[in-house]
T-cell receptor, first 114, second 110 residues
Framework: ETGVTQTPRHLVMGMTNKKSLKCEQH?????MYWYKQSAKKPLELMFV???????ENNSVPSRFSPECPNSSHLFLHLHTLQPEDSALYLC?????????????FGAGTRLSVL | KQEVTQIPAALSVPEGENLVLNCSFT??????LQWFRQDPGKGLTSLLL?????REQTSGRLNASLDKSSGRSTLYIAASQPGDSATYLC?????????FGAGTILRVKS
């Protein structure tokens, strides 16, 4: 148990569906992150939040919409996804946003878009 | 563009061997560098964090070195065990983000 919990662990959705991924951290951290891990590609940073404010948006398509209602929760809202969006989506948190802070990762949500 | 390369892509060794995993990065202006382990179907676990001012960091059988000026880091695993089988990821940090390599898939045979 790393202190970062992601739900659901697996999700299958059609291209016209709307779904949300949830991440919750129990570590008292102030920064949270969404990453995408596609098959045979390196992990890619999607979004960064610090104290509930988005500080990084790594050229992610608008069909992915993040939400950070408080420092413990992070959501990724999905709508009209494409099959190439199928991947493992990982959430992470760290004490602070600045350098020298270890990131703690959740187990991920395995997403399949049909 | 910040790119990270890990060599080898995959490694299969008998139990007990000492291992060397290599990581190179194109932009040497890093804040720090982390090594992670990822088990199949699971998230990442941080193994070691080396700050940009450090040359190496040790934890148990793991030792990571950093040569910032040449853009290289090496992870040494001593006396490998079957439980070390996993994917090992290198990630230098630039400002607010980690940039990951594709990883080295390690299999230690008993």
């Amino acid at each position: 148990e790393t202190g970062v919990t992601q739900t659901p662990r697996h999700l299958v959705m059609g291209m016209t569906n709307k779904k949300s991924l949830k991440c919750e951290q129990h570590l008292g951290h102030n920064a949270m992150y969404w990453y995408k891990q596609s098959a045979k590609k390196p992990l890619e940073l999607m979004f960064v939040y610090s104290l509930e404010e988005r500080v990084e948006n790594n050229s992610v398509p608008s069909r992915f919409s993040p939400e950070c209602p408080n420092s413990s929760h992070l959501f990724l809202h999905l709508h009209t996804l494409q099959p190439e969006d199928s991947a493992l989506y990982l959430c992470a948190s760290s004490q602070q946003l600045l350098a020298k802070n270890i990131q703690y990762f959740g187990a991920g949500t395995r997403l399949s878009v049909l | 563009k910040q790119e990270v390369t890990q060599i080898p892509a995959a490694l299969s060794v008998p139990e007990g061997e000492n291992l060397v995993l290599n990581c190179s990065f194109t932009d040497s202006a890093i804040y720090n560098l982390q090594w992670f382990r990822q088990d199949p179907g699971k998230g990442l676990t941080s193994l070691l964090l080396i700050q940009s001012s450090q040359r190496e960091q040790t934890s148990g059988r793991l030792n990571a070195s950093l040569d910032k000026s040449s853009g290289r880091s090496t992870l040494y695993i001593a006396a490998s065990q079957p439980g070390d089988s996993a994917t090992y990821l290198c990630a230098p940090e630039y400002g607010n983000k980690l940039v990951f390599g594709a990883g080295t898939i390690l299999r230690v045979k008993s």
